[in-house]
């Protein structure tokens, strides 16, 4: 899937006085290894390189997990400056969340880095946001620049068995290409290199707890010769959040950013705030509609970014340092060509920090000394919100008419850099930085509440209003996943960090330990209490792994003439080991179907699952008596194995209908896993498609090689065969004893099949079927959008988005459509000579191949193909 810009000459450069930057793209293999010939003039050691170094940029998109993004190996992400942003026919997501759901939240994002270099200060970066130069990143020439894509599903074709995460993506770029990277106008100089190389890793997951983030994690080595001092990393973030049907600076011009350091732990825990220091930035009001409320059109979650690893374990946001000298600063500013509203918080300055000009505007920092100040300028900018309220008390200056105050509080086409630093790094070393960008829904809970609550001169009752709920939880896993908390990695004995909830008899809670030296033998002298040890971070050394469902199958969708039959084989899925419990957890399968792809349009149809029970026993622990599960679920087979053929553990289900275990007196009550529909005889259910199969017996195997006693099957009858639904397998676990973590699922999402309810391309051959058009006649008042047939993600205009269908296709023709006089209106070539899904249809949006809207007539169809010629008429009524 990854997309080379150079293969239609279509290139991401901002060319600002740089005019033979397209021209450098005919080296479309060249390499980009450091063979110049030219000697004029060095960087850091290296030479400066020749022409012939030209890189090939790419983009992949991560869209694995809820939150779906774009990124690229230049150091960006999101499309802001792709321009080929086109992948599999569809505009590529540039932070689309929830996936497929057309609502952006993000423009672009890009790394910029800078330090000093012996007595200069240099700047590389992705982007900057604004009209000033050519990105410095790039990537290698040739295969070393390409996104190494790989999957630890190994059902997917880019399965990899040392792959991190369910969608890898690896790539390696250098600011040492001096040449395509142009002037700085402000500094008035050709960009000068760090010489540094940037090796990124981007990791995605469908889990319920990593669904909605995505770790990057960066080794940024120093590849020249001499070393780079007091080194910073920043973040740019440009969001733009708006529905992909809002276009132009309306969809930019109302956000809102801000930083949030802390948020609340769940209930139980034995600490009240979890430290996460996000930076986030949203929709001022989640756009409802005109009539006052939420629709799929409604942007109101947040998106952000988190700092999950540097070299030193915390960090500073106090405008000082950690006492490991270490500094991280937030800041936000309005980009605009007019010197009066680029405006972003600036400090007055002292005696002893004295004020850094920006020239006539006080936001967008250019050229590479001004960009090197606000990195590592200690300065951390007050919320968005919260602009109209005066902040000289803080040595604030204020926009440069009061009266902007309030219009930028509500809302802006806002931007903010998130940076950290100083590192050295010296020639040879890697300095490794792990981030997080993550996304919480329902952040606006109410679609009033800005029109309601918010008054730029007191924002605090807005602001609270704001839910950081979700996106404080996806923070917390986001940082959780990269490091385990509880979990030994490296077998030194320490598991993290960890407090202690002390819980007495007289319902007490003690004061919460914070410190791991404590042991609970020291504890254990306030008695009668229950001591729990509750791990709140990792051990420091990177894990990047979590629990996982078991992995979902693939699943073959049978079509016919208002029925589907699914099929799939489950021997990956049922044999999978969990890497805590190191045992198979595999639980059942639940099939679904929807007539959209997002998560929430599927609708469960039936599921199977083991017949099994958790064992529920009544404990005592000093003096408080409690019903405690005790081991991983149990087959009803072992149960009636341990306590005889007589026994129904269905008579045993709460603390008041218990069973005394014979062989050792303890009182134990049984809960169903699931559902327990465990039945595959049932033709009407899931059940399997050989039933004399024999897990045994490995020669009996299908022609993908899987043993057949795994192959599965589910009809799904009376479904309308004008609509093509999504269907999809998805399959469960039994949760974890040993990390308190409930049941898991995989996505539908996954390994969801789009497929019409119609005989499929292979059937319409054998059987010589005829063609079918419809709706025919198509009228313009038939309401077609609005029952859900066309235009159902609203992405572009009624008339650009209309929908004739030409089913019974065989798996290729040439459909023609001619008007009454013979003229061609349009001519479709359906190719799918590999058939599979939906290679029966094809769809004409009424628009002729001159691009122009069909008028009210009568129209003659025509498909030809190997199977002869037929020929129809199609009306249409505007």
């Known amino acids: 899937m990854n997309k080379i810009f150079a293969s239609k000459a279509k290139f991401f450069i901002l060319v600002f006085g740089v005019v033979t930057a397209l021209g450098l793209y005919g080296h479309l293999g060249a390499r980009s290894l450091y063979d110049a010939h030219s000697t004029d003039q060095e960087w850091n050691g290296f030479q400066k390189p020749t022409l012939s170094d030209i890189p090939i940029k790419q983009f992949d998109v991560h869209n694995i997990g809820k939150i779906a993004m774009s ?44 330090a000093v270099v012996g007595r200069d200060t240099l700047v590389s970066g992705a982007a900057d946001g604004w009209a000033e130069s050519t990105p410095e990143l790039w990537p290698d020439g040739g295969e070393a620049g390409n996104i190494i894509s790989r999957s630890n599903l190994k059902s997917r074709t880019d399965y990899h068995q040392d792959a991190i995460s369910e969608q890898d993506f690896i790539c390696t770029f250098t600011d040492t290409f001096p040449d395509l990277s142009g002037q700085d106008q402000n500094d008035n100089r050709d960009h000068i290199p760090l010489n540094v190389s940037i090796s990124q890793s981007s990791y995605a997951w469908s889990y319920d707890y990593s669904e909605d983030f995505i770790l990057f994690d960066y080794k940024i080595t120093n590849i020249g010769r001499f070393p780079i001092r007091d080194l910073y990393m920043g973040m740019y973030i440009d969001a733009d959040v708006h529905h992909a049907g809002v276009s132009g600076f309306e969809g930019a011009s109302d956000d809102i950013c801000g930083f949030r350091r802390t948020v609340a732990m769940p209930p139980g825990w034995c600490i009240d705030e979890d430290t996460v220091n996000i930076a986030w930035i949203s929709d001022n009001d989640g756009d409802p509609t005109d009539d006052g409320n939420w629709s799929f059109t409604s942007p109101y979650a947040v998106t952000g970014t988190r700092v999950v690893r540097t070299p030193f374990d915390t960090m500073s946001t106090d405008n000082g340092d950690d006492g490991n000298g270490l500094s991280y600063s937030f800041n936000w500013w309005i980009s605009n060509t007019s010197a009066v509203y680029d405006f972003g918080p600036r400090l007055a300055g002292t005696e002893e920090d004295p004020f850094r000009s920006f020239g ?288 129904d553990p269905n008579d045993y289900y709460d603390e008041f209908h218990y069973y005394t275990d014979p062989y050792t007196g303890k009182l134990r009550y049984f809960i169903p896993q699931d559902w327990n529909q465990s039945d595959l005889s049932n033709p009407n259910l899931i059940h399997k498609v050989y039933p004399n199969a024999s897990r045994s017996d490995v020669t009996d195997t299908t022609a993908e090689g899987q043993l057949r006693y795994y192959e599965y099957e589910y009809e799904i009858p009376n479904l309308q065969p004008s609509v093509p639904y999504y269907f999809s397998v998805t399959a469960f676990d039994y949760g974890s004893l040993k990390i308190d973590l409930g049941a898991l699922e995989s996505s539908p999402l996954i390994n969801a099949v789009q497929e019409f309810p119609l ?98 007539g009568i129209y003659l169809w025509h498909v030809e193909s190997e199977m002869g010629e037929q020929i129809g008429k199609l009306v249409i009524i505007k």
């Not at 400056?81 to 672009?108: H, K, Q, R, W």
């Not at 998560?599 to 149809?605: E, G, H, I, N, R």
């Not at 019974?808 to 013979?822: A, E, H, M, Q, Y």
């Open 71 to 114: 990124i690229t190996n230049f150091g960006a992400f999101g499309t802001g400056y792709v321009t080929n942003d086109v992948v599999d026919g569809e505009i590529a997501p540039s932070c689309e969340y929830p996936i497929n759901s057309d609502l952006s939240y993000l423009f672009t994002g890009a790394m910029w880095i800078g």
């Open 360 to 647: 006539s505007h006080l936001g967008t920092p250019t050229g590479d000394r001004t960009k090197y100040y606000i990195m590592s300028h200690p300065e951390f900018d007050y919320d968005q919100l919260f602009t109209a309220v005066s902040h000289t008390g803080d040595g604030y200056l204020g926009p440069p008419r009061p009266s902007q105050a309030s219009d930028f509080a509500d809302g802006y086409d806002t931007r903010y850099l998130l940076s950290f630093g100083p590192f050295d790094v010296d020639p040879g070393d890697t300095l490794p930085i792990t981030l997080a960008y993550l996304a919480g829904d329902e952040f606006h809970t109410s679609p009033s509440n800005f029109d309601d609550l918010f008054d730029a001169l007191n924002p605090n009752i807005f602001y609270n209003a704001l839910n950081f709920d979700d996106f404080g939880f996806n923070a917390r896993w986001a940082s959780w996943v990269f490091d385990n908390p509880g979990y030994d990695t490296d077998g030194d004995g320490d598991s993290g960090k960890f407090c202690w909830n002390i819980t007495c008899d007289d319902d007490t809670i003690f004061d919460t330990f914070f410190i791991n030296e404590v042991e609970i033998d020291s504890i254990d002298t306030i008695v009668p209490c229950d001591t729990t040890k509750m791990y709140y971070a990792g051990d420091g050394i990177p894990d990047f792994r979590g629990a996982a469902p078991p992995p979902p199958p693939i699943v073959k969708v049978i079509p016919g003439y208002g029925s589907v039959t699914l099929r799939w084989n489950g021997q990956e899925s049922e044999n999978a080991i969990d890497v805590f419990s190191n045992a198979k957890d595999f639980e059942g399968y639940r099939v679904y179907y929807a007539l959209g792809n997002r998560q929430s349009d599927y609708v469960m149809l039936t599921s199977f699952d083991l017949d099994d029970y958790k064992v529920l026993e009544f404990v005592q622990l000093y003096d408080t008596l409690y019903w405690e599960q005790i081991s991983l679920p149990v087959t009803r087979a072992s149960l009636l194995k341990l306590y005889g053929p007589d026994f």
């Open 759 to 856: 005989p499929s391309a292979e059937t319409v051959e054998e059987e010589a079927l005829e063609v079918i058009v419809y709706p025919n006649p198509y009228r313009i008042d038939g309401g077609y959008a609005s029952a859900g047939y066309e235009n159902r993600d609203r992405r572009q205009s009624a008339e650009r988005s209309r929908a004739i269908h030409f089913a019974n296709l065989p798996k290729v023709c040439t459909i023609r459509i001619f008007s009454i006089d013979g003229d061609l209106i349009k001519q479709i070539d359906h190719y799918r000579p590999e058939a599979g899904p939906g290679s029966q249809e094809e769809v004409w949006n009424v628009i002729s191949r001159n691009t122009q809207a069909i008028v009210t």
